[in-house]
């Protein structure tokens, strides 16, 4: 049986960020009709230098964080983290990652919902900086959660 410790680092470090990533995967979807079979997904200081298939960016970011998520929840969960602090680090990074990832690319997405040329597609910084701002008043508030879960010792 689960003990209450694991359902919360479960819960925060891999059953959340999957949540969030798996929204803005279902969010893009919706977008489909509206986007080109080929979306802007890298710039540079020019602007747009590569693209890529629309399912990419819908599908790879929940790829990374599911990932991710089961990994880094895993090593904690079986105890290879040798710090208290080590281990709540290593979980928030997970919900972390899947705010910047699922607000910075659903940003970019939606910024190229009507666009025909990719090449075209406006810049994603300010999504990307939200994503991380979110990402970590997101990460903060999970930290009092596993910082519970550490006091009450289960």
Do not use: K
């Amino acid at each position: 049986m689960i003990g209450t410790r694991n359902q919360r680092l479960l819960l925060v470090g891999v059953a959340l960020p999957v949540l969030i990533a798996a929204t803005a995967s279902i969010v893009m979807i919706s977008w489909l009709p509206e986007l080109p079979s080929e979306v802007a997904t890298q710039w540079n200081a020019d602007g747009v230098s590569q693209t890529s298939s629309v399912w990419l960016s819908i599908l790879l970011p929940l790829g990374i964080v599911a990932l991710y998520s089961a990994f880094i929840t895993g090593s904690v969960v079986a105890g290879h983290s040798s710090s208290l602090v080590g281990a709540r680090i290593l979980i928030v990074s997970a919900p972390f990652l899947a705010c910047l990832l699922a607000i910075g690319v659903a940003g970019s997405v939606s910024g190229q919902r009507g666009i025909t040329d990719p090449l075209t597609a406006p810049d994603p910084g300010p999504w990307l900086l939200t994503g991380a701002a979110v990402g970590l008043v997101v990460a903060a508030l999970c930290w009092l959660v596993v910082a519970r879960t550490d006091v009450e010792g289960r």
